[in-house]
């Protein structure tokens, strides 16, 4: 077989990677329970357990970005029910402050999503997860820092006094 | 023209100098401070330099013109021992944020208080006299504006168009918090033409208005792509205290060093999420950068979405919680699925 359909074959087939941060109580337990429910769902997602949505620094986030994932799922107990009472409480206003800059700077908020799944919800899990990788699929691959330099290469032009 | 500027009080910064240095000394004569912080005068025109008065006799090296712009406040992360300080409106509440985060005890401050009528911002003065900022030669408050003399032309401005664009929304010109306060007491410079001004929000949407999430990365990632991460941003803030940032960090390494367009967005977005709530939008961050990016775009946008999502304003209510060690039960989740 030729190289070049190939290629092409590739490009046309691509597939976003997604990144899921999972609360380890419910989110995690819920997508368990979507393959022991035998549910099928999208395999575009990497999941990265954490102890609590409360774990997720907004860093986590900026630097999955930062690596190149196409999109980033965040998902921990619905509100009341947080194994450590407040966690997810606090991590709302993290997450939607950090949701609001990321819009503010230009970045698409469907790459970045925010879900409430608990242990119980194996089909919203399959759900939630489809219909990211839908979305990020429709927004196309992650090029925020396609052909980036260094600041100080000689050949990009001068910033000097350009706020001035 | 409205001007609000004719029922205001003349700054006399004669007068203000020599009432500063009369309490700084009472305060080293009484033994109640080891250091005092304050200004003194520039190497170059238009310029004040901090002061660190270590003893009496520095004292006479105070300074006071009409360009005490940097925020002194900055510097009680790394002194210690009991303190005199010199603040203006915007200041105090770099101060009542410190408290608020525990880092500095009111206990180890003399505050000494200014109200602040606006400072000038050079570029724009600069800009307006179409000259280099070093080509300034006078610049005087008058009634109807301000008046700049550059190159042998003068030229009188509307004062939305001389001071720091955080200055026309100043509401706290007089300092928050203080011991003593020095006489005077003055208005921002607020643009009475142009009331919308005087509201980041409000700005903010005008600046939002009909752009798409990709012209609005283009614009930022020009910006990140100047950044030569110099951390200058970082070090001028008073809301950064760290020991030890999180930039210089190892092991493991969360940000590269290199100033690449990526590790630059994770860099500016990582540190105004650790500045959320303690930023004060006094903008020092974007006074200091050298490479001239909007970062009070970013402050701003943070501060108007406190405002809107919490009711929350930085650094003037003692005891209002920090908007991220607190939580509501009705707090936004619209945006969650």
Request: hydrophobic share 35%; net charge positive.
């Amino acid at each position: 077989m030729e190289a070049k359909p190939e290629m092409e074959k590739k490009e046309k087939s691509w597939d976003p990677k997604i990144l899921a941060i999972l609360c380890r109580w419910c989110s995690y337990a819920g997508a368990d329970l979507t393959g022991s429910s035998r549910i099928s769902y999208p395999p575009n997602v990497r999941i990265l357990r954490v102890p609590c949505s409360g774990r997720v620094d907004p860093l986590f986030i900026l630097k999955a970005l930062r690596l190149g994932l196409d999109g980033v799922l965040v998902s921990g107990c619905h509100p009341g029910d947080c194994h450590y009472t407040a966690g997810n409480y606090n991590a709302r206003r993290k997450f939607v402050i950090l949701s609001r800059l990321l819009e503010y700077v230009g970045i698409d908020p469907r790459r970045v999503q925010f879900s409430w799944v608990s242990a119980s919800e194996g089909d919203k899990f399959a759900k939630i997860v489809s219909e990211v990788a839908r979305d990020v699929k429709a927004l196309g691959p992650n090029h925020l820092f396609r052909g980036e330099s260094l600041a100080l290469d000689p050949s990009s032009p001068s910033p000097s006094r350009q706020n001035q | 023209m409205k001007m609000g500027s004719q029922d205001m009080p003349e700054f006399t910064p004669e007068k203000i100098k020599e009432e500063l240095t009369a309490v700084a000394a009472r305060l080293f004569g009484e033994g109640k401070v080891d250091y005092f912080l304050a200004y003194e005068k520039g190497t170059v025109p238009f310029k004040t330099t901090p002061l660190i008065a270590r003893k009496k006799e520095d004292l006479q090296r105070i300074w006071v013109d009409d360009y005490f712009v940097a925020n002194l406040s900055v510097y009680l992360k790394e002194i210690r021992g009991r303190i005199g300080i010199v603040i203006k409106g915007c200041d105090s509440r770099s101060l009542v944020s410190l408290l608020k985060e525990e880092q500095i005890k009111r206990e180890d401050f003399h505050i000494v208080g200014i109200s602040c009528p606006g400072q000038f911002d050079l570029r724009k003065l600069a800009r307006a006299a179409a000259c280099d900022p070093e080509e300034l030669e006078e610049i005087l408050r008058t009634s109807s504006g301000v008046l700049v003399r550059a190159n042998g032309r003068e030229k009188t401005l509307p004062r939305p168009q001389a001071f720091l664009d955080k200055c026309l929304r100043c509401r706290y010109p007089k300092p928050l918090i203080f011991d003593t306060l020095l006489s005077g007491e003055y208005v921002a410079p607020v643009d009475l033409e142009n009331p919308g001004a005087a509201d980041p929000a409000t700005s903010l949407k005008d600046e939002l208005r009909g752009k798409t999430l990709p012209e609005r990365w283009a614009f930022w990632a020009e910006q990140f792509d100047r950044c030569i991460r110099c951390y200058a941003c970082r070090n001028v803030c008073p809301a950064c205290f760290c020991p030890r940032c999180i930039v210089e960090e190892n092991q493991p390494q969360w940000v590269s060093p290199l100033p690449t367009r990526g590790d630059n967005f994770v860099f500016h977005l990582m540190r105004l999420m650790h500045v959320t709530g303690t930023c004060t939008s006094c903008g020092e961050c974007e006074r200091i950068c050298p490479m001239g990016i909007p970062l009070m775009k970013l402050n701003e946008k943070m501060a108007a979405d406190l405002k809107e999502l919490f009711d929350f304003m930085a650094g003037v209510d003692l005891d209002k919680p920090l908007p991220l060690r607190t939580y509501r039960q009705e707090d936004p989740n619209d945006f969650i699925k």
